[in-house]
């Protein structure tokens, strides 16, 4: 059933399947790619129903960074094909993958989003 759902969520662009790079299928990352989704869990929800939001302010957070970064990455993976074509590179084969490594050995995890 979750598979079915997380299929259906990827088909409806709310989220974006992506496998780890090396990685087998059941190790793939899956992303919350629905712009408003993203917004709205990140900064309206946990204001509850009655908050007033001042935007002007939201800029100044740490968490606005965090998520503009986050929003970024989306546009450009939602963008791949045009900006291979505006690299010149999209005849050449390449894929837009994913490295992590969970943290272990007291070293922190990482993460990495890369198209080769």
């Known amino acids: ?65 965090a998520w503009s970064g986050y929003a970024y990455e989306n546009i450009c993976l939602y963008h791949i094909d045009q900006i291979r074509e505006s690299l010149s590179i999209k005849g050449m084969y390449s894929t837009a993958s994913s490295f992590f490594a969970l943290p272990k050995d007291g070293y922190a995890g990482t993460q990495i989003r890369f198209d080769y």
């Not at 709205?40 to 001042?54: I, K, M, R, S, T």
Request: glycine fraction near 8%; hydrophobic fraction near 35%; proline fraction near 3%.
């Open 1 to 65: 059933m979750l598979t079915e759902m997380l299929k259906e969520l990827s088909q409806s662009g709310f989220i974006g399947i992506y496998n780890g790079h090396g990685k087998k299928s059941r190790e793939s990352l899956y992303r919350l790619t629905d712009a408003y989704s993203l917004f709205y869990l990140n900064f309206l929800e946990p204001l509850g129903e009655n908050a007033h939001v001042d935007f002007t302010r939201l800029s100044e957070l740490p968490k606005w960074k």
